[in-house]
């Protein structure tokens, strides 16, 4: 028996169950139908827009789910659940009795703080610190992964500092951001929006510090193998990338038995084939080593930062995994990486550098990933180095080779889009739109990879943010 247990010497019998017990029950047995209803192939005859449908409709209703522990925690926290307990807090009392992680309790009392209804001290209702959230969640419009960037980005901006009207304004934009966008561009966009809305603007790069934290230590160990630990700095660490991330992709092998073709798998993870990767660039850094520079182009590292920015030597410049530099930074190492220019409208969009070869030059290539940052098909997350050039309409009927019919896809997208019934448009906003099949979406509703969707509010962010003085 643990001590405080307050339904030790069973203290009170209850005649009659509550009304969230039975309705428990209930849930618990209509769970127990689904599953197996599901697992029994009670999905087996709907179509493909169905079985989508089913499962966003579940994926609602598993958002809604964290209202009843806001109502729980709530509850406890009104009625001192903790002390009844002996508990101190009531992060530990989750902890000890629900068996959560110390993390996982913290962060159920915070969005609780966060998205349950308030009492004021005069005992008046008052809505949630962020009805925004808290009305998207009630909704099921957002998963609790989002609701945590969205409550984390909202942290960020309580200084008093602040201006109040500028921050309220926030949290409708990153309400709207969750709805659109996954957890990975959520975040890059909600740093974007604090960003603006703080008049400091971002915290700056600490190169000194990252110049004293810097070393890299190689040793070989007893059982031969060397082993590699360290810490780069941001321009170190963008060059290894940009070098070693195209030399880590997947190579399955194809061979032919019994005449057909076999295709077998690469089966290295992902550190065997960075290993690999190192291993192929040392190779070929040893034969080039007695010999003379003779000008090589050496690797790219694909940045982006405003052209003020840039002359002005202020701002961050971002690379293609998300990776910041500071100014000075892109410009130490420009002498040692190449430069593309890309010249945008006022949307973003690179301006058009048509030619009448069927192959796209490099600087339209630049242009591309300037545009769309790696794969545009949906859902699709490869990064420009993992993909192909593609004709939207094939040269070879007459599509020009221009950034109007150019897009870029990845190696299984560009191979199998098209027998998967799905087509490819340029939208009026100059950005690749994807037409699902009518079997997915019988109203083909075009569809924008959430990245390029991330990478247009960011634009637009930054042609709203006001010019910081000199």
Known sequence: MELGDPTAGERTERTERSQPDVILDKLNNDLAELLEAVESGGLDHLSAAEKISFWKRFETFRNRLPLIDHALIADAQATDLAAEYCFSNLTMLLTRRLQLSPAEAAARVRATAALSPRISTEDEAMEPVLPCLAAAQRAGAVTTEQVQIVARAMQKLTRPDLNREQVAAVEPQLVKHAQELGPKDLRLVADRIVDAADADGPA????????????????????????LEGKLTNTVGAQLHAILDPLTRPRPTSIEIDGKPVEIPDERHYGQRMHDGLEDVCGRLLQLADRPATGGTPASVIVTIGVEDLLAKAGIAETTDGSQLSADQLLRIADQAEIWPTIIDRNGVPLALGRTRRIATRGQTMALIAREGGCSFPGCDHSPQWCDRHHILDWIDGGPTDLDNLTLLCRYQHTHFLQ????????????PEWIPPRWIDPQQQPQL??????LAAQRQLNRQRPAKAA
Do not use: Y
């Open 204 to 227: 700056p790069i600490d190169e000194p510090l990252q110049q004293d934290r810097r070393h890299v230590e190689l040793r070989q160990r007893r059982d031969g193998i060397w082993q």
């Open 420 to 431: 998967n019934g799905w087509s490819c448009r340029i939208s009026g906003d100059g950005l």
């Open 449 to 454: 990879n959430a990245r390029i969707r991330r």
